[in-house]
């Protein structure tokens, strides 16, 4: 499990949550939700885990909107508190993704 993640919930479930400008500009061109990434966070799996990132650790995340549609939300921890969980983006996963949208495709 990812420690990452289990933060972010925990924060989230706090509302200790932030969204970045360009998730705000991400979720207005995918029409997703912003409620929808909340509510989606329980039921969330990590795709990517990058424990070690420069700018504090994140995690890629897909989870599923209310008419259970896949998304892929990138969570972050800002590296200089850790004490907020920033959306950092988000988009419907597409082709240059497999089937299950765990593992991208060779290009």
């Known amino acids: 499990m990812s420690e990452t993640l289990e933060r972010i919930r925990r924060l ?3 509302r200790r949550v932030r969204l970045s400008d360009h998730g ?8 997703i939700g912003y409620e929808e990434i909340l509510l ?7 795709v990517e885990d990058y424990p070690d ?4 650790p994140s995690v890629l995340a897909l989870q599923y909107d209310a008419a259970a549609r896949p998304l892929h939300v990138l ?3 800002p590296k200089e508190t850790l004490d907020i969980a ?4 988000a988009y419907r996963p597409d082709d240059r993704w497999g089937r299950n ?7």
């Open 24 to 31: 705000f500009e991400r979720l207005l061109k995918h029409d």
């Open 40 to 46: 989606g966070l329980d039921t969330a799996i990590v």
């Open 12 to 14: 989230v479930a706090e």
């Open 53 to 56: 990132y420069v700018h504090g």
């Open 86 to 89: 920033v959306i950092v983006t």
């Open 75 to 77: 969570w972050g921890l």
């Open 101 to 107: 949208y765990m593992k991208r495709l060779q290009t």
